[in-house]
């Protein structure tokens, strides 16, 4: 009885010890990783139910060997949608983490007014798109994406790099650097 009260007791340290080291944890991707590797790719996922609708048969016909197209088929129509704006609502959190740092090696502006308003505006809407995926409705979707571009464009304006200047625009600061 005592072994099992002890191995208890040491399991309830061990993931104790594991939840506290993971709060503890600082981001390790740049804001630019971030939007790249996460809000582009789902972002697109959800535009592209404007022209395609999730519920048709998906083509299973490009298998070329690679595991990208094996396992392709594997999550398809709507389920695809929903995770999408699943991702793009809990993702606010990695933008939102402190410590985060830009493409610049400058801080976020996590702690800005205008960016907490603008992350916030970006998981209401991953909510809603997300919604209407589970109700299987494409052109409430398709509504939604104006929402939803209009959430990446608010912050885009104030905070992305300025590309036709080929400048980075400082993040939180309004100061621009030349590249």
């Not at 099992?4 to 594991?18: N, R, W, Y």
């Not at 709507?78 to 990695?94: G, R």
């Amino acid at each position: 009885m005592r072994v099992a009260v002890v191995m208890v007791m040491m399991l309830g340290l061990t993931v104790g010890s594991a939840g506290s080291e993971s709060a503890d944890t600082p981001p390790i991707g740049t804001m630019a990783q971030i939007m790249r590797g996460i809000y582009f790719p789902n972002s697109n996922i959800i535009f592209d139910v404007q022209m395609q609708d999730p519920g048709a048969p998906a083509d299973t016909s490009s298998d070329d060997g690679t595991v990208t197209s094996s396992f392709s088929g594997i999550y398809t129509g709507w389920q695809v949608v929903e995770n999408a704006a699943l991702v793009l609502a809990e993702s606010t959190a990695l933008i939102n983490m402190e410590g985060r740092i830009c493409e610049n090696g400058r801080m976020a502006p996590v702690q800005r007014y205008d960016w907490q308003k603008w992350a916030r505006e970006m998981t209401d809407v991953s909510w809603e798109i997300y919604q209407a995926a589970l109700r299987r409705d494409q052109d409430e979707v398709s509504e939604l994406t104006n929402n939803l571009a209009e959430a990446c464009d608010s912050c885009h304006r104030v905070y992305r790099s300025n590309a036709q200047q080929n400048r980075m625009r400082c993040l939180g600061t309004g100061v621009i650097l030349p590249p």
